[in-house]
């Protein structure tokens, strides 16, 4: 192999120290050998990646966080771009903007938002990367406040395949900023994300109500009913689980199956107990209401999901509406899950996430979806896995009929099968993605995604 470029970060190779720790992945049934590591820290060290792995035939994967079920990140013998040395975010509180590293990670983001009461859409989880999750579109507890991340995102400093940093912004490549609001890392790397912030917190509401598997319909049909009701300043999640064995839920019931509903609410304890008080219709199991700060709410599900401990499979699916045929669905087979670990969750819609126009962003989704539903297979090794990777599929299958066509968000799929990619974007959106990763990624160096195919 030779080289003739020079990355200022380290090149780990197996064998070196460090490798086998950097290659790791939040999926632990990922265990991909990467012929090279390139730990970037400046566009420049990105820039001379990509031509490292370029002129010596190299499969690349671009690593933010870590996040991706696929293992995307990582190819096997190939060269990964790890970002990781790209985490600074810097806020203005005057304009009210960050501007992140395109690898640092949501807690890093959050945290340097909130020393000035600030937030920004982003994940549940804050060991998720910023890279990853804004690409794909970013949804979370402010999505119905705020909209997906990719809504608030004002330009992105991106190095195109062939080396050169560009700024896509409204002026400059504009068609660009709007490929990556939700076309992925198709094309180019982003080193830099400018976002939008908005005032959160500090301290939020949150209400947590779960049910138990005998009253699994009628607690989902009323955690739909509540969150159909809720105004923009709230979030929610539903969820099918089985119960962590947390603080606020009292031992008799971890690791119980239930149903849940999780309520966020951004403005008062009062505003915030009206929300749930509807839920109580359905007397539930568990019901536990807090103030936290925003940064420890962000975290508060990181233990459910421990970074490498378990592996992974999930599918997706966007409702337009919860519908009790669909919860039907839900309740017959959650039963069926081996795992404990294994869950559904339902992210709320709706609010400023439907305000924005389908053909405003590249998102991957219709705007009119009320619901986007995520199964996730999760075991502690591969044997649980594989039993419920099965559940998922048959879950997937028998919930299609409810959802109005097989898109998903790109960022809930493990496994990138040409058709549901584009069935995610729609043919209209596929093609114009296609148009502009013909101009900027023309050989389709970037390919470990949900591809876009350049157009011929
Ligand atoms: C436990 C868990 C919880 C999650 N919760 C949420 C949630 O609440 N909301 C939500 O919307 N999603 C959620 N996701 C999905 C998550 O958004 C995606 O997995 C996302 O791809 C993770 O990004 P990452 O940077 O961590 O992943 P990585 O695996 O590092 O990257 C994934 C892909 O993104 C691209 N990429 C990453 N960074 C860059 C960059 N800077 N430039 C160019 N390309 C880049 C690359 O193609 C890469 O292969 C969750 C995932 C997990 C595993």
């Known amino acids: 192999m030779t080289t003739t470029t020079n990355v200022h970060g380290t090149m780990l190779r197996p064998g070196d120290d460090g490798y086998d720790e950097t290659r790791k992945v939040w999926n632990a049934?990922?265990?991909?050998?990467?012929?090279?590591?390139?730990?970037?820290?400046?566009p420049a060290d990105v820039a001379a990646a990509l031509e490292y792995g370029q002129v010596n035939g190299l499969e690349i994967g671009v690593r933010g966080g870590g996040h991706n079920y696929g293992g995307a990140a990582v190819p096997e013998d190939g060269l990964m771009?790890?970002?990781?040395?790209l985490d600074q975010v810097v806020v203005d509180p005057a304009t009210r903007r960050a501007r992140c590293g395109g690898g640092a990670t949501q807690a890093q983001l959050d945290a340097a938002a909130q020393a000035h009461g600030l937030a920004v859409t982003g994940g549940?989880?804050?060991?998720?990367?910023?890279?990853?999750?804004?690409?794909?579109?970013?949804?979370?507890w402010l999505t119905r406040a705020h909209g997906l991340t990719i809504d608030n995102l004002v330009s992105a400093e991106i190095v195109l395949p062939?080396?050169?940093?560009?700024r896509a912004c409204a002026d400059e490549h504009p068609d660009l900023l709007w490929a990556v609001k939700g076309g992925g890392g198709n094309f180019g790397v982003v080193t830099e994300f400018e976002?939008?912030?908005?005032?959160?917190?500090?301290?939020?509401?949150?209400?947590?109500?779960l049910w138990d598997a005998e009253h699994a319909g009628e607690g989902l049909r009323v955690a739909r009913d509540v969150a159909n009701g809720l105004p923009r300043d709230a979030g929610a999640i539903i969820v099918a689980l089985n119960a962590p064995p947390a603080p606020f839920i009292?031992?008799?019931h971890h690791f119980a199956l239930c149903v849940g509903l999780f309520v966020v609410g951004l403005s008062s304890a009062d505003a915030h107990a009206t929300l749930l008080a509807p839920a109580r219709a359905v007397p539930p199991m568990v019901d536990f209401t807090t103030e936290l700060p925003y940064c420890a709410l962000q975290q508060l599900l990181d233990e459910a999901a421990p970074y490498g401990a378990a592996h992974a499979y999930n599918r997706a699916l966007y409702l337009d509406d919860l519908t009790d045929a669909a919860i039907d669905v839900l309740a017959e087979r959650l039963p069926r899950k081996a795992s404990p670990m294994s869950l559904i969750p339902i992210f709320s819609l709706g609010g400023a996430f439907a305000d924005v126009p389908d053909d405003a962003t590249a998102f991957g989704g219709r705007r009119s979806a009320r619901f986007a539903v995520n199964m996730d297979a999760i075991g502690p090794d591969a044997d649980t896995m594989a039993a419920d990777r099965q559940w998922v599929q048959e879950l997937w299958t028998a919930l299609l009929p409810h959802a109005g066509g097989p898109g998903s968000y790109v960022n809930f799929m493990t496994e990138y099968e040409q058709d549901r990619v584009r069935a995610a974007y729609g043919t209209a959106k596929?093609?114009?993605l296609a148009a502009i990763k013909a101009v900027y990624d023309p050989d389709n160096v970037l390919h470990r995604n949900a591809n876009i195919v350049p157009m011929r």
């Open 430 to 432: 596929y093609d114009r």
């Open 81 to 85: 771009i790890d970002l990781r040395g």
């Open 124 to 140: 549940t989880i804050s060991h998720t990367g910023v890279g990853g999750l804004t690409l794909g579109g970013g949804m979370g």
């Open 195 to 209: 976002l939008q912030l908005h005032p959160v917190g500090p301290m939020v509401h949150l209400g947590i109500l």
């Open 250 to 252: 009292p031992q008799e």
């Open 29 to 42: 049934a990922i265990d991909h050998r990467p012929a090279v590591i390139a730990r970037c820290s400046s």
């Open 162 to 166: 062939d080396g050169r940093c560009v």
